[in-house]
């Protein structure tokens, strides 16, 4: 059994914390976020389920220019993204996007609900710590690992424009 929730008009953590708990009162077994402007392979979910994990991501570029992939910082503190990919098999990383990522609904019930957070630390800022990585640190201290499958490449819409071919430019 599975089902889509399309979820407009409030913030981005609001809305993947709505969709989770939905999963969760139809005690669905994986939740799968899908971002609005991403384009993932029609494959991807059982892709994703084979490999059995608790977190597991595709691949897509930011909008900043690499892939929204991240691992620690060598200085210990923080997150750096990774610019260099593994071509093939399962890599376990320090942060994902949300973009195209499947979750073993099990482990929202070892996490604390708000699972997903925007924090923005000084409000006269805009940087701050999104709402996947935030999770992706919470799923941390609860000692899951996030892995990604570098052979899944999901495409960024607004970063690779489609061209009159239906190809994508710019295509890592």
């Given at each position: 059994?599975?089902?889509?929730?399309?979820?407009?008009?409030?913030?981005?953590?609001?809305?993947?914390?709505?969709?989770?708990?939905?999963?969760?009162?139809?005690?669905?077994?994986?939740?799968?976020?899908?971002?609005s402007d991403v384009?993932?392979?029609?494959?991807?979910?059982?892709?994703?389920?084979?490999?059995?994990?608790?977190?597991?991501?595709?691949?897509?570029?930011?909008?900043?220019?690499?892939?929204?992939?991240?691992?620690?910082?060598?200085?210990?503190?923080?997150?750096?993204?990774?610019?260099?990919?593994p071509k093939r098999?399962?890599?376990?990383?320090?942060?994902?996007?949300?973009?195209?990522?499947?979750i073993d609904i099990?482990?929202?019930?070892?996490?604390?609900?708000?699972?997903?957070?925007?924090?923005?630390?000084?409000?006269?800022?805009?940087?701050?710590?999104?709402?996947?990585?935030?999770?992706?640190?919470?799923?941390?201290?609860?000692?899951?690992?996030?892995?990604?499958?570098?052979?899944?490449?999901?495409?960024?819409?607004?970063?690779?424009?489609?061209?009159?071919?239906?190809?994508?430019?710019?295509?890592?």
């Amino acid at each position: 059994d599975s089902f889509v929730r399309f979820q407009r008009g409030v913030p981005i953590d609001v809305a993947r914390n709505a969709v989770v708990r939905t999963a969760i009162e139809r005690k669905s077994n994986y939740v799968f976020f899908l971002d609005s402007d991403v384009l993932a392979p029609s494959d991807t979910i059982p892709r994703l389920m084979a490999h059995k994990g608790p977190i597991v991501s595709g691949v897509y570029w930011s909008k900043r220019g690499y892939p929204a992939v991240w691992d620690r910082h060598p200085s210990g503190s923080g997150l750096t993204p990774v610019k260099d990919l593994p071509k093939r098999g399962l890599t376990e990383v320090a942060g994902i996007s949300m973009g195209v990522s499947l979750i073993d609904i099990r482990v929202f019930s070892c996490i604390p609900d708000p699972w997903f957070e925007w924090r923005i630390p000084d409000p006269t800022k805009e940087v701050g710590l999104s709402e996947d990585l935030s999770f992706c640190r919470k799923a941390s201290e609860h000692r899951f690992k996030l892995y990604i499958d570098p052979e899944i490449r999901a495409h960024h819409e607004s970063v690779l424009p489609i061209d009159v071919d239906g190809k994508f430019e710019n295509a890592g």
